[in-house]
């Protein structure tokens, strides 16, 4: 036992070391933390714990700025102050030891059961993830040591759940095991690790990839024909007692989707079958997954048999063709910018972002995949260990190796930072100043601009080399061959050639590419833009041969060249920046909206050429500095609506592309296509308001505003949502009519006042049009006048309305309008909200509704995201009845329906259904967005072009398309328990 003299000191007693100096965010905040935490000790009878945090000491103060930095730490030392007593009798390294030993041994307690085994694994796991963070904080442990121990904690959870089970079912009679103190022995249920738990490399709220197989031969199995019920249902289990959320939290979340055919096969598959799909259907991604497998519990000799029999079909000795497009297919979700402007570091994803941590592990993989064949010491599972094997091998110069691996771990430090704030699987740096200041602190930056320096250099440093590992990397492909195209004879060998690429008419796209070098459009009339077209050209025909649909692509970039007024500047940009000329491929072949705007609006691609593009985010105060500027020129009516039109489309255009370049995710892309609707929408509302009153003039105390309804009200538009909208207005109540030279009554007035909105907003121009606009959630619909007085507004709403339009006033938001109107509209809508009501109509409305849209609009197909059961259209039910009967926590106020999801009140769903439901709806929205952004008609699951599917795996960060209809699938099916059961029960 320590005496209390040695807790004094620098906290050597706990870390072999002084801690790391933390500095919190608030000193004041920091020390009311330590006073609560130990008075929570005191209270538990631990006065060395409370003694220490209300003393002076160093250690104390390094707590302090903790417990101010995590609410994840916060929480758990003021529920646990144990945790911290244990440290004064181990340091922490034995601590964590000591936990190992003990999640082990859980497994062979006597008589103990699921329940007990499902608390102690969470009870230990949560003191665990507590420790190893104290330890990185404090310094005591650097991102290698700290992702190994994450690593060996999730290895230790999964073992002593897989040893319960197997002895639970021997003692069942399911099976016989030849030892059961040592269960794994001879049971033939093998659990691989797949990943980053594969790699020893994961991240501290990682969730967990496994594959479960089985061999229906092994000792331990009584009848082989019913090997896989067994397996499946113990496989089951094992997910329950890893990741169903109880009082005591979770182990780990657990995905299987990564196992052969996800959609069709069961938990368990037997090793033959896994086999057997491995060697003739296995796709190339997978050959990449099993790069990081390792068995980990279970049948551990069966698993290191099962990956030795499938090292032929992962390390090929020579890499045929589709390999080879498979790796290029993995190069393309990289996006790598090549120094395409400045970085934004608020909002920037650590790991799928420009310069993140997946640009070097992909790069380390398909480096793996070429060459692992040949030299076995490249077959490695851990990313640094494979980076310095690269340089032994002089794949990557010392250099580059030494650049990686130190910018590797910092991201990696970079990254358990976010995670630890509140254990959020969340990989996104934070996007408010405070926010950004804290992760500074908590990893010993002075300040928020210290950091953002330091991870600029970071992220710029990895895109550059990765850039040149992959210029200077041995060449992939058969090269593009022959490319003639003078004359007026198609050349047989470029016919030859085209076709290779893709092309399905190649004598059609000989012609279109004859007219370009004949100077046919003004983009090519100058000798000069013809000489460097003719230099992209075999670029370009390569980049469109892969978009799949190789002939609308390059017919679109066609159109769009026609369009354009000049090209040396767009051709010398596309020949300097490789993956800008991999961005418009991606739009001529998958995306036919952009390509679109772009064909009918050539300027909007000049967006691109701003280096500044990708690091300035979209947000609201951005768009209307923007839009200030463009219209600041406009000199007339017509005009400002011209230019409205202008400015939508080109931002339009940038928000996707930053959405497609990765630069910002779907939550920030909904945000700033709802704020260029709110902002563009109130100009031309501005517009109009002042040209009507020109003529008609203004009625005596006239207010009004405009209530954004559906996704522009919740702030979820996508690229191509309509707009659905209700015109409220006030005046005086002696206002008889308005005071311009042609008088209308209010009523009358206001109704022209609405219809001439419309026609600016949705009426065709040469620009095009702004939004289409959808008036019908006011108040009666379509039967009740277009604009409405508050009054009849408020006495509907309270009176008269259903219940499916309170539930559409849930995401009712004043978008334009007179302020202090906007303020008393939108509180009249809180009203409304809060009005008592009976839970179980509300349940029961909501469910008919469902069941009446599920007749008359059945789904297409599972990608029908809106309208599949447990789709979109469920969890928005969900959280509409929730504000409606007063089941989501904090104040009702505008919020998207992912963060209404979250604040679920825990009466009305468990912590784990709150996440769950959460996820589906981020999953969705993702998805939502690449394909709305993409598309103009629906999604053909059987005809994706490769550009689209890797917006789509890279946006979801899953690895292949059937993974990712399986995820979908899965998802759903989750969902609609959750509908059912908190819908359908009537609560």
């Known amino acids: ?140 442990a650097d991102a290698a040591a700290t992702v190994r121990r994450l690593s060996l904690l999730a290895e230790a959870c999964v073992r002593g759940a897989v040893n319960f089970l197997l002895r639970d079912a021997h003692a069942a009679g399911k099976l016989r095991l030849p030892d059961p103190d040592k269960p794994d022995v001879g049971s033939g249920w093998i659990l691989l690790a797949m990943g980053k738990l594969g790699a020893h490399e994961l991240n501290f709220s990682s969730d967990i990839d496994l594959i479960a197989l089985f061999n229906p031969d092994a000792p331990a199995i009584l009848d082989r024909y019913e090997a896989s019920e067994l397996f499946v249902r113990l496989t089951r289990r094992l997910i329950r007692i890893l990741q169903d959320r109880t009082e005591n939290g979770y182990v780990f979340r657990t995905d299987l989707r990564l196992r052969p055919d ?25 050959r990449a997954a099993m790069i ?29 063709y589709a390999a080879i497009a498979d790796v290029h297919s993995i190069k393309r979700q990289i996006h790598a910018h090549k120094g395409h402007g400045e970085i934004a570091v608020k909002g920037h994803n650590v790991k799928l972002g420009r310069g993140g941590i997946r640009e070097i592990e992909f790069f380390v993989q398909t480096q793996q995949l070429i060459a692992g064949g040949r030299f076995p010491e490249l077959r490695g599972r851990e990313t640094v260990a494979m980076l310095e094997e690269l340089a032994t091998r002089g794949w990557i110069t010392e250099e580059a190796r030494d650049a990686l691996v130190t ?192 064909t009918r609006q050539p300027h909007v691609f000049d967006g691109l050429l701003d280096p500044a593009l ?13 839009l200030k500027t463009f219209l600041g020129g406009a000199l007339n009516y017509e005009e400002t609506l011209d230019r409205l039109r202008i400015f939508a489309s080109e931002q339009k255009f940038l928000i996707g592309m930053r959405l497609m370049a990765g630069s910002i995710d779907s939550d920030r892309a909904g945000k700033a296509f709802s704020d260029l609707a709110d902002l563009t929408i109130g100009a031309a509302f501005e517009a109009v308001e002042k040209e009507f009153a020109l003529r008609h003039g203004k009625v005596p105390g006239g207010r009004t505003a405009i209530l954004g309804m559906g996704k522009l009200g919740s702030r979820e538009l996508t690229a191509g949502s309509d707009v659905d909208l209700i015109l409220l207005y006030d005046h005086d109540p002696q206002a008889e009519e308005s005071d311009g030279e042609k008088p209308l009554a ?33 108040p009666s619909g379509n039967k009740g006048p277009v604009a409405t007085h508050i009054e009849a507004f408020r006495k509907y709403q309270r009176a008269d309305a259903w219940t499916w339009e309170h539930m559409a006033l849930t995401r009712a938001r004043a978008v334009a309008g007179e ?28 469910v008919e509704m469902r069941q009446l849209l599920e007749k008359e609009k059945p789904p297409r197909d599972i990608w029908d995201l809106k309208l599949i059961p447990g789709g979109l259209i469920d969890l928005e039910f969900i959280a509409q009845v929730a504000v409606l009967s007063g089941k989501v926590e904090g104040e009702i106020g505008f919020a998207s329906t992912g963060e209404v999801l979250l604040r679920l009140a825990p009466e009305f769903a468990d912590a784990q259904v709150r996440q769950e439901l959460h996820d589906a709806h981020r999953l969705y929205f993702a998805l939502t967005q690449i394909i709305r952004l993409c598309l103009t008609g629906p999604f053909e699951p059987d005809d994706v072009p490769p550009g689209l599917a890797d917006l789509l795996l890279r946006s979801t960060d899953l690895p292949g398309m059937s993974v990712l209809e399986a995820h979908i699938e899965e998802t759903s099916q989750r969902v609609r328990q959750h509908f059912d059961r908190l819908l359908r029960g009537g609560r």
């Open 292 to 320: 990081k497998a390792r068995p980990i519990a279970g049948d551990m000799e069966e698993g290191r048999a099962f990956l030795k029999e499938l090292q032929p079909y992962v390390w090929r000795k020579y890499l045929d």
């Open 819 to 846: 302020e202090s109107f906007r303020r008393e509209v939108e509180d009249e809508v809180r009203a409304v909200l809060s009005l008592p009501r009976d839970p179980r109509k509300l349940a029961k409305d909501a």
């Open 407 to 598: 910018q590797y771990w910092f991201l990696r430090d970079v990254e358990h930072a976010l995670q630890m704030v509140a254990d959020e699987q969340t990989h996104l740096l934070p996007e408010d100043d405070e926010g950004l200041e804290r992760i500074a602190h908590m990893l010993g930056f002075e300040s928020a601009e210290a950091f953002s320096e330091r991870f600029r250099q970071s992220l710029h440093l990895v895109e550059n080399h990765y850039a040149a590992l992959f210029e200077t990397a041995p060449e992939l492909s058969r090269g593009v061959g022959n490319l003639v195209f003078t004359g007026d004879v198609d050349d047989p060998d470029t016919l030859q050639t085209l076709s290779e690429l893709g092309f399905s008419r190649p004598s059609d796209i000989c012609r279109v590419i004859r007219g370009w070098h004949f100077g046919r459009y003004r983009v090519t009339r100058s000798a000069e833009a013809r000489e460097r077209l003719t230099e992209l050209t075999p670029a370009l025909l390569e980049a469109f041969g892969q978009t799949r649909r190789a002939d609308e692509a390059i017919l679109r970039f066609d159109e769009f060249l026609a369009g354009l007024p000049a090209g040396i500047q767009l051709f010398s940009l596309l020949q300097s920046k490789p993956r800008l000329l991999d961005l418009l491929a991606t739009i001529m072949g998958a995306a036919p909206r952009l390509a679109a705007i772009i």
């Open 1 to 140: 036992m320590a005496s209390d003299r040695e807790t004094a000191g620098d906290g050597s007693l706990w870390f072999g070391r002084p801690a790391r100096p933390l500095r919190p965010i608030q000193e004041e905040a920091a020390r009311e933390e330590l006073e609560e935490i130990a008075e929570s000790a005191a209270e538990a009878d631990l006065p060395r714990v409370a003694k220490l945090l209300r003393s002076q000491d160093p250690l104390a103060g390094f707590l302090g700025a903790v417990f101010d930095l995590s609410t994840f730490m916060r929480d758990h030392a003021r529920r646990n102050p144990a945790t911290l007593d244990r440290l004064f009798d181990e340091r922490l390294e034995a601590r964590l030891a000591t936990m190992i030993a003990e999640i082990d041994a859980c497994a062979f307690a006597e008589s103990i059961s699921e329940t007990a085994v499902m608390r102690s694994l969470r009870e230990l796991k949560a003191e665990a993830h507590f420790l190893i963070a104290l330890g990185s904080l404090a310094g005591e």
């Open 614 to 626: 990708l690091s300035e985010l979209p947000d609201r105060s951005y768009l209307a500095g923007r």
């Open 746 to 778: 209010p009523s009358h007035y206001y109704a022209r006042l609405t219809q001439r909105l419309i026609a600016a907003v949705s009426a065709p121009t040469a620009e095009g049009v702004l939004y289409e606009l959808d008036l019908r959630l006011r």
């Open 262 to 286: 996800p959609g069709s096969t069961p938990l368990a598959i037997p090793v033959e079958a896994a086999l057997n799909y491995y060697e003739s259907r296995g796709q190339n991604w997978e």
